[in-house]
Nanobody
Framework: VQLVESGGGLVQAGGSLRLSCAAS????????IAWFRQAPGKEREGVSC????????WYADSVKGRFTISSDYAKNMVYLQMKSLKPEDTAVYYC??????????????????WGQGTQVTVSS
């Protein structure tokens, strides 16, 4: 399983970014794919996840209405569209995958495969 994130960068508050996660080495629609983030000095937190098999999605309360997760079967890609970004969204964002049944979609212990992360910095 390989996950490669891209799309991070520096943006002003109120701006938008789209993160991409390129997945390979596994049957895409058998997995749950999630985005996590970790800010300096803070624990890693679940942001959003998607089950490509049926399109079910989950969001952390802190990003509901601002972030949208989506998947593209043909390209084995998962995207995180982020709008109305806030300085508190600044973090390294990670893509993660689980091939097992997931009971707590935004808990990091559910996921066994991780990407290397991409930095998102939101300036005030």
């Amino acid at each position: 399983v390989q996950l490669v994130e891209s799309g991070g960068g520096l943006v002003q508050a109120g701006g938008s970014l789209r993160l991409s996660c390129a997945a390979s080495g596994f049957t895409f629609d058998d997995y749950t794919i999630a985005w996590f983030r970790q800010a300096p000095g803070k624990e890693r937190e679940g942001v959003s996840c998607i089950a490509p098999s049926d399109g079910s999605t989950w969001y952390a309360d802190s990003v509901k209405g601002r972030f949208t997760i989506s998947s593209d079967y043909a390209k084995n890609m998962v995207y995180l569209q982020m709008k109305s970004l806030k300085p508190e969204d600044t973090a390294v964002y990670y893509c993660a995958a689980s091939g097992d049944m997931v009971f707590s979609p935004l808990d990091n212990y559910e996921y066994e495969s991780w990407g290397q992360g991409t930095q998102v910095t939101v300036s005030s």
